[in-house]
């Protein structure tokens, strides 16, 4: 994923010419910055005062890029005037989007937040607006000037996590080189994370907490902690200890015996899912009491569940996305880490059957479902000024149209590389609906052709979306399916043409020499003058 790694927004002296940005692809490659922006904001109006489109660059070959002074070396990839980057209390945001539009002047957002950090160089300077929508929860970062004579930075450090002020300090500076952090610091992914959380019913007998992280990894200082979604605050908290076994996989039973270290986490420390937004999350510390509120600070990783997308976020919406589960019924199911094919974003949480201590049943592209889908509408205005809004929206109608009409468990995750167009009065809808197996695949197969051919309308966002005969199968996208068919016919026309030429290049070459090669004079019965003038 792309962070931001280093800001440096406050040189010595009043040059201001040496001020920069270093964004990190973990992936220390090199990597294309397509669809990605960023934007730096104002703390005292929490507006955009410079933005800039990354679309059209990328970052080196260990995955750094530079946005900073004219004058500055190493020379930045994008070049600024000395003096652009204010000191603080401001923020350095990170997004992406391929349909919203950033503009200067406008108001703080979260909306295709990737990563954020919200700073400044004086005690006395706040910035309370920005720390609510970029990072909420969380305290603001200073540019201690005290740390070195020399010039400073404000360095991530501790963690690859987005959104995480704790996870910066202040170093000396490092344009285009790995931070120099210090042997106390090394910036690695979280040791332990989030695996799976099994959500079963009350009559279900799968009830459990999965972690993962590298076989041996100690789990010294780390807590686990339950949080209810209607008060915002711990109602259980458990001390871990030991190491992850040789599985990479560490599974907590929530019901009927004691869990990892003794410690006794009965299911009905994990709030249903039915009574709103709740989450579970591991911290670095062992502080987190019972009562005590949420918070960013030592979070290392943590999942939000919620029964209906209306309750998803609220005062747990600083944690992470809300991933809505199925309430209706009383099968197991899971919410299981999964990988995504947006290169955008991070590995995500999916809709899944149990799979304690086994590799996450995850949606695969090997049974995925081309989805070409068209819709009439009054009026595109509300699908073309807030596409994304609209594109999410509609994501949550059509999972919850596959969930009722098939009840195999699946999540927006589900849906991949999903966008529209709307032109006049149609909505085009592209992309993939992956599934787990071959079953699950022919059922989001009947789902399409039934959802199709409904002749009800229904709403998305407020608007109102019908099928029409006319906009079944748009033309000039035609599926996989049939693309490949049609690549096969040409394959065997190809094959046929091509051993037609060939057997007529044979008997032509064979033709050519025997008449090159006559037979023996001694073997030609001569004929008369007559009989010779005549075959003549």
Known sequence: KLLISEVNPDNPGGREDAEYIELFYTGQTRFDLQGYWLVLYNGKNSRAYRVLDLSGHHTDELGYFLVG?????????IRLPPNTIQNGADAVALYYSNTTLYMVNMAVTAEGLVDAM?????????????????VPGQSILYENCSHSTEDESLSRCHSLSAKLQSS?????????????????????????????????????????VELEGMPGTSL???????????????????????????????????EGGHGHDGANLTFKDIPAASKGSSAIA??????????????????????????????????????????TVPCKDDRPV??????????????????????????????????????????????????????????????????????????????ELYLQELNLTCMGSLVKVWGQAWARQPEQQHSIETWCRGFL????????????????????????????????????????????????????????????????????????????????????
């Open 453 to 536: 051919a409904s002749p009800h309308p229904f709403t998305v966002d407020g608007s109102m979306l019908k099928t029409s005969p006319e906009c079944i199968a748009p033309k000039g996208t035609p599926s996989m399916s049939h693309r490949a068919a049609s690549f096969q016919d040409w394959e065997i026309a190809l094959f046929v043409v091509g051993s037609l030429l060939l057997i007529f290049l044979v008997v032509g070459l064979a033709f050519y020499f025997i008449k090159r090669h006559p037979q023996n004079y001694t073997s030609i019965e001569m004929s008369d003058r007559g009989e010779m003038a005549a075959e003549f």
């Open 220 to 254: 010294a200082g780390l807590s686990l902690v339950v949080f209810s979604g209607k008060e915002g605050r711990a109602l259980a908290s458990i001390t871990l200890s030991g190491t992850i076994g040789a599985t990479g996989l560490l599974v907590f039973a929530l």
């Open 118 to 134: 919200v700073y400044s160089s004086r005690m006395s300077e706040k910035a309370a607006h920005l720390l609510t929508v970029l």
């Open 69 to 77: 002074s004219s004058t500055m070396r190493p020379a930045s990839m």
């Open 334 to 411: 899971s919410l299981s880490r999964c990988a995504s094919s947006s290169a955008s974003t991070e590995l995500q949480f999916a809709i899944s059957d149990p799979t304690p201590g086994l590799q996450n049943s995850c949606p695969e592209e090997i049974f995925a479902v081309d989805l070409h889908l068209c819709f009439l509408t009054p009026n595109c205005s509300a699908w073309t000024l807030q596409h994304r809004r609209m594109l999410d929206s509609l994501k949550r109608v059509l999972v919850s149209s596959l969930e009722e009409k098939c009840s195999c468990g699946v999540s």
């Open 168 to 208: 910066f300090q202040v170093t000396v500076v490092t344009p285009l080189r790995e931070n120099l952090c210090g042997s106390s610091s090394v910036l690695v992914p979280p040791a332990v994370r989030i695996s799976e959380l099994c959500l079963g019913g009350s009559t279900a007998h799968c009830r459990f």
């Open 282 to 323: 591991v911290y670095s510390t062992n502080l987190i009491l019972g009562d005590t509120k949420a918070t960013s600070e030592n979070l290392v990783d943590a999942l939000v569940y919620s029964c209906e997308p209306s309750t998803a976020g609220g005062l747990l919406d600083f944690l992470g996305p809300s991933y």
